[in-house]
T-cell receptor, first 109, second 117 residues
Framework: GQNIDQPTEMTATEGAIVQINCTYQ??????LFWYQQHAGEAPTFLSYNVLDGLEEKGRFSSFLSRSKGYSYLLLKELQMKDSASYLCAAMDSNYQLIWGAGTKLIIKP | GAVVSQHPSWVICKSGTSVKIECRSL??????MFWYRQFPKQSLMLMAT?????????EQGVEKDKFLINHASLTLSTLTVTSAHPEDSSFYIC?????????????FGNGTRLTVT
């Protein structure tokens, strides 16, 4: 079956770095997405990886290893506004997104 | 960037009435749109996939006669919650991806918070 695993909750300190891991199993693969969702709001797109390696975008970076079925989202210089849920989603061969349950990130001062 | 407009943002209705939620892709065409439901502190739950010009595909356990989906054009999909009940109160979110791009990211509407009294 198709499955996405990511930690339920993580806590980090303002100014620090945090890495949110995601493992996936899908029927075919057309990319891995990360979304940020603040409470009560719709998700917003953060990153898309389809090739192995690290994609850097400002304070956020995303990594993909297709052979391992693994991705991570790296957040640097954490700010209080980064407190949110981070959703990992893999696109299968039919271009359908398989969603993880989300990782709630708590930032402490 | 790509924008998806969802309307209304919030709605309060009485039990037994119907509510229509619109989802529009503003600057791209979307042959496929997705409707999600999200309960507090839970992840997105895909309800149905809306296909332009054809019937929607519903996920298991979602009543198609209760959640009517119409995708009449390449930029508009609507979800109608019929005979709403308090248990239908939830956060409904639509998303769409650019039909021109195979692996484009999903773009989400801002969501509709439905409260049924």
């Amino acid at each position: 079956g198709q499955n996405i695993d990511q930690p339920t909750e993580m806590t980090a300190t303002e100014g620090a770095i945090v890495q949110i891991n995601c493992t996936y199993q899908t029927s075919g693969f057309n990319g891995l997405f990360w979304y940020q969702q603040h409470a009560g709001e719709a998700p917003t797109f953060l990153s898309y990886n389809v090739l192995d390696g690290l994609e850097e975008k400002g304070r956020f970076s995303s990594f993909l290893s297709r052979s391992k079925g693994y991705s991570y989202l790296l957040l640097k210089e954490l700010q209080m506004k980064d407190s949110a849920s981070y959703l990992c989603a893999a696109m299968d061969s039919n271009y359908q997104l398989i969603w993880g349950a989300g990782t709630k990130l708590i930032i402490k001062p | 960037g790509a924008v998806v407009s969802q309307h209304p943002s919030w709605v309060i209705c009485k039990s037994g009435t119907s509510v229509k939620i619109e989802c529009r892709s503003l600057d791209f065409q979307a042959t496929t749109m997705f409707w999600y439901r999200q309960f507090p502190k839970q992840s997105l739950m895909l309800m149905a996939t809306s296909n332009e010009g054809s019937k929607a595909t519903y996920e298991q356990g979602v009543e198609k006669d209760k959640f009517l989906i119409n995708h009449a054009s390449l930029t508009l999909s609507t979800l109608t919650v019929t005979s709403a009940h308090p248990e239908d109160s939830s956060f409904y979110i639509c998303s769409a991806k650019d039909s021109q791009l195979g692996s484009s990211p999903l773009h989400f509407g801002n969501g509709t918070r439905l409260t049924v009294t």
